[in-house]
């Protein structure tokens, strides 16, 4: 009964090769988040979708690209990745509400940059 | 500027030792705060929603309580399987219903046989 669902759950790939990640949901949640957290920090957002609304972070490299063809898929795209882009790439969702709803978070995606 | 800050940020207990972990916090208009467990190459796992001052909520050993500015999550008795990293986070002020978090540094608890 996986909720917030990632693939693949390890990603090697080498310096400047395009990559791909996936995340799906069964919760039916309009809200889909990838967040970048490297080792010992806190996740950090990097953009979310309303539905099919995208919101980019400020700061988020123009390296970083996403997708959602629809409700339950979200892709992130990297487009050229570097040695610093190595980290844990997680998913979360939440739905809309009058409240501030709780994020559910996916079991994560590690991805090596050779 | 949001600001979310964890205490301790390392935690050795013996097994059965109880203590308490600490989230403060510097939002205009706080909307929730959010307690989630990280254990090692894995993602949060959502534990507690808080919404108000004084609101108090129970999962097995775990208690977290909320005052305006700060708040705590008792481990009561705990067991080697509660040694995680524990995180606190709240919705950005500028934002939506839905949008960013902002997290605290997180306490690394490592609870001892």
């Known amino acids: 009964d996986a909720m917030v669902i990632q693939n693949p759950r390890y990603q090697v790939t080498q310096f400047g090769k395009p990559v791909t990640l996936s995340c799906s949901q069964t919760?039916?949640?309009?809200?889909m988040y990838w967040y970048q957290q490297k080792s010992s920090q806190a996740p950090k957002l990097l953009f979310h979708y309303y539905d099919k609304d995208f919101n980019n972070e400020a700061d988020t490299p123009d390296n970083f690209q996403s997708r959602r063809p629809n409700t339950s898929f979200c892709f992130l795209d990297i487009r050229s990745p570097g040695l610093g882009d190595a980290a844990m790439y997680l998913c979360?969702?939440?739905?809309?509400?009058?409240?501030?709803?709780?994020?559910?978070f996916g079991p994560g995606t590690r991805l090596l940059v050779l | 500027e949001d600001q979310v800050t964890q205490s301790p940020e390392a935690l050795r207990l013996q097994e059965g030792e109880s203590s308490s972990l600490n989230c403060s916090y510097t939002v205009s208009g706080l909307r929730g705060l959010f307690w989630y467990r990280q254990d090692p190459g894995k993602g949060p796992e959502f534990l507690f929603t808080?919404?108000?001052a004084g609101e108090e909520k129970e999962k097995e050993r775990l208690k977290a309580t909320l005052t305006k500015k700060e708040s705590f999550l008792h481990i009561t008795a705990p067991k080697p399987e509660d040694s995680a990293t524990y995180l606190c986070?709240?919705?950005?002020?500028?934002?939506?219903?839905?949008?960013?978090?902002?997290f605290g540094q997180g306490t690394i608890l490592t609870v001892h046989p």
């Open positions: 808080l919404y108000s």
């Open positions: 979360a969702t939440s739905r809309v509400s009058g409240y501030q709803e709780t994020q559910y």
């Open positions: 986070a709240v919705p950005w002020a500028g934002g939506t219903s839905y949008g960013k978090l902002t």
């Open positions: 919760l039916n949640h309009n809200v």
